[in-house]
């Protein structure tokens, strides 16, 4: 019954979806009073849109709660043994279910722009809901029609198959809503795009307006992107933290396009510049989303993450994404001539720091989108070839570099125009950390990897350049925005240093040991002392007891080899210790069927734990311009109330 | 399969557990690393051979470490993997006429983006 009901209300979402795209041509089209009315109605439809796939995601949910076997999907995919959180985050730990949460949150997006966008003009505000009607019912057809998740089963099996251990774990609680809020926020921008392509209202206003979109999408992406990341390191039990695995990159993608849509909107906001370069970039970063989206649900990569191989399921996201990309890209070249060009600037300016950097982000995330898709054309032309790590450090490595030097001198920058020499004046402090941090990692190791040294070297100088601005500022009248940006740039600096340090300094020890045995990796004297079983709701694992000690200091850390029965699957469970220069990162093995040892991985590492803290700094930035953004507008508010 | 239980025929002979444990010498597990994190478990989904539970993987990290304790090249072995495997095999994909296009990438989308961004500062006074 509840399997029903979410299935009715989700086609009635579709059909609200159509009707909002309706009334958007609708009342853009028509000067009279049906075209008024029309336009009255639009905000109120998205907002039911909105209700109503709530209501089928809530159903989705209670189904898996309550384990309910007879529809398909929970038998497939849930357990009647395991823990509760699991069930209620188990309902989209699998394709349908992932793409429910998905259009959820785009509904939850359309309703919230329908119901809180005051800024924008009325036409472009129906424009960008009727394309947000658009790219929902394009989502809506793709799951009625090709993955209902409430397709039933009769009869009805005894017990479901479980979900992947892999994903058993809180971080699917928060991992996908957290990317996809992130997608979907771009979507936001997105139809913010179409909507000013459509009435030709690109300024400063539609900037303004659009900017707590970018900002909020991006702080999401952030957040998902540096949390996903920890989660495959402790979870995946090899120490590794990025793996340009094509799921990563696929949500590196919008995150890198987000980033220049950032600083591009910024531009707009204050000096009406970069007009073109903010709408291509709204449309490239949504597209990226739709892009991730199909490499990751489409099962054309295998990976922990695509739950289900069905290339119709594939042809259908391609034919989406034909339309969405196609029809926003000729939008794009058909209007774009009549909007009028921006203010001018000069190539040493705040703008020309701003430019370059769009035009770097751009061409890394080109490199990450060709190298993510090569192996897929190549292999259609039966052409079998892997594109991994040496490739991505080879051909993103030095842009990033110079990436981060702009990133070091832009704020630093005047706006309209600024002398080169001065600049460099500016830049001397920056410039000396960074040379001082190069000599000293070159005397002190000497067989530092180059890309390591390089990334060392110029995450101490961006820290450097990055707090400069705020040097000679009263600190309690510098804006929030301000702080924002110097957090963000100073927690890039933070994750490269702590990047650098990973693939530098890591101690690792590979071993097989009897219980009593001790072992050295790095600082630490690791002794293995016992081996016994343990038991958790729907596992059985082999727990190791460890003690660390090195000077002053000691930990006692337990890894697990555990097995789930339903699916049969063996995990590695890591044990870390953090201390404040690193992580004791330990993983029990197998035992050596010759010798009765157990084999263990250990490794030392110094200082990763800055990838994820800087990773936290950026998202940190992103919210202090959020909030300080508020502030200002909540402030002016205010004012005109008092005055007006 | 048999190819994998030929790699274990080829490392079964030896005692120490290469698959596992680390070379004595520092400098040769250092070069061993560096080509295991480039070598693709053939069986996995998309992990190195470094970051792998796989069977197969650790058989393959043990061949690596034996051939570069015999005093191999890394690029010697990469080649004869490559031979067995397939370019499928290296994460690191060589250059040919199939992968220009993809090693040309970078350069080409600088100039484009270049050429792109040259008319945001045309309009100078």
């Not at chain 1, 722009?113 to 129906?126: G, I």
């Not at chain 1, 295998?302 to 989406?320: E, K, N």
């Not at chain 1, 969405?324 to 921006?342: D, N, P």
């Not at chain 1, 450097?464 to 925005?481: G, H």
Request: hydrophobic content about 55%.
């Amino acid at each position: 019954m509840i399997a029903e009901a979410g299935l009715a209300a989700l086609w009635f979402a579709a059909m609200l979806a159509g009707l909002q795209l309706l009334l958007g041509v609708l009342a853009l089209r028509r000067k009279d009073v049906a075209g008024e009315q029309a336009m009255a109605a639009i905000g109120p439809v998205a907002i039911l849109q909105g209700a109503l796939v709530a209501i089928a995601m809530g159903a989705l949910i209670a189904v898996f709660l309550n384990t309910d076997l007879s529809v398909k999907l929970v038998a497939e995919n849930s357990h009647s043994a395991k823990p509760w959180i699991y069930k209620f985050a188990g309902a989209w730990g699998n394709h349908e279910g992932s793409m429910l949460l998905w259009v959820t949150i785009l509904g939850a997006g359309g309703a919230l722009v329908a119901w809180k966008e005051r800024t924008l003009d009325r036409a472009t505000h129906v424009a960008t809901l009727a394309a947000q009607g658009a790219i929902a019912l394009g989502f809506y057809a793709f799951l009625l029609f090709a993955s209902n998740p409430f397709a039933r089963l009769n009869p009805a099996p005894i017990e479901g198959q479980g979900l992947n251990p892999l994903l058993q774990d809180p971080g699917l609680a928060f991992h996908p809503p957290t990317l996809y809020a992130g997608y979907v926020g771009l979507s936001v921008a997105f139809s913010f795009a179409v909507g000013a392509l459509v009435t030709g209202q690109v300024g400063p206003a539609f900037a303004r307006a659009m900017r707590p979109w970018v900002l909020g999408a991006w702080v999401l992406l952030t957040i998902g992107i540096t949390a996903g990341s920890y989660w495959a390191y402790y979870e995946l039990g090899w120490g590794g933290w990025w793996f340009w695995d094509p799921v990563e990159n696929a949500s590196l993608m919008p995150w890198l396009a987000a980033t220049a849509l950032l600083h591009s909107v910024n531009v707009l906001a204050a000096r009406d510049g970069l007009r073109a370069w903010t709408v291509m970039l709204a449309v490239v970063a949504f597209s990226m989303s739709m892009i991730g989206t199909f490499l990751v649900r489409s099962g054309i990569l295998t990976s922990v993450h695509a739950f289900a191989v069905d290339p119709r399921r594939g042809a259908f996201i391609l034919a989406l994404l034909g339309i969405y990309i196609g029809g926003a890209l000729a939008l794009f070249g058909s209007r774009i001539g009549q909007v009028r060009a921006g203010r001018s600037f000069a190539f040493v300016s705040r703008e020309g720091g701003l430019v370059v950097n769009n035009l770097l982000l751009s061409v890394i995330l080109g490199i990450v989108l060709i190298g993510t898709l090569y192996p897929l054309v190549a292999a259609g032309f039966g052409v079998r070839l892997s594109v991994g790590p040496p490739f991505f450090h080879a051909a993103a490595g030095p842009i990033a570099l110079a990436l981060v030097a702009v990133m070091a001198v832009g704020p630093a920058l005047r706006w309209r125009s600024d002398d080169a020499e001065a600049v460099l004046i500016r830049m001397l402090w920056p410039m000396v950390a960074a040379a001082g941090t190069f000599a000293l990692m070159l005397t002190l190791t000497g067989g530092m990897g180059v890309l390591s040294l390089l990334g060392l070297s110029f995450g101490v100088g961006l820290i450097v350049a990055s707090v400069m601005p705020i040097t000679r500022r009263n600190w309690r009248r510098t804006p929030l925005p301000i702080w924002g940006m110097v957090v963000a740039h100073v927690g890039l600096g933070v994750s490269m240093i702590g990047m650098a340090c990973d693939s530098a300094f890591t101690a690792e020890r590979l071993v097989a040991l009897y219980p009593g045995q001790a072992t050295i990796v790095g600082p630490w004297r690791v002794e293995l002392n016992r081996i016994y079983p343990n038991i958790g709701a729907n596992w059985s694992a082999l727990e190791a007891r460890l003690t660390a000690t090195r000077e002053g200091d000691g930990a006692t850390l337990r890894p697990q080899q555990r097995f789930f029965t339903d699916p049969p699957t063996t995990t590695s469970e890591s044990a870390i210790a953090t201390r404040w220069d690193g992580q004791l990162y330990t993983v029990l093995g197998q035992q050596d069927a010759a010798t009765g040892r157990w084999q263990l991985r250990l490794w030392w590492k110094p200082f990763v734990t800055l990838i994820w803290l800087g990773g936290a700094l950026i998202a940190l930035g992103g919210v202090l311009a959020l909030v300080g953004r508020w502030f200002k507008a909540w402030q002016q508010r205010r004012r005109e109330a008092l005055w007006g | 399969m048999s190819l994998s239980l030929a790699l274990l025929l080829a490392v079964a002979t030896t005692t120490p557990d290469y698959g596992n444990t680390q070379l004595p010498d520092r400098q040769a597990e250092a070069q061993a690393r560096a080509l295991m994190g480039e070598l693709r478990c053939v069986v996995c989904q998309g992990q190195s051979i470094a970051d792998s539970d796989a069977d197969m993987a650790a058989d393959m990290r043990a061949l690596v470490r034996q051939r570069i304790a015999r005093g191999e090249s890394p690029e010697a072995i990469r080649a004869w993997l490559i031979e067995r495997y397939g370019d499928y095999v290296s994460y690191d994909p060589p250059l040919s006429g199939a992968t220009a296009l993809l090693w040309a990438t970078p350069i080409l989308l600088l100039a484009v983006g270049a050429w792109i961004a040259r008319s945001s500062f045309r309009k100078r006074r």
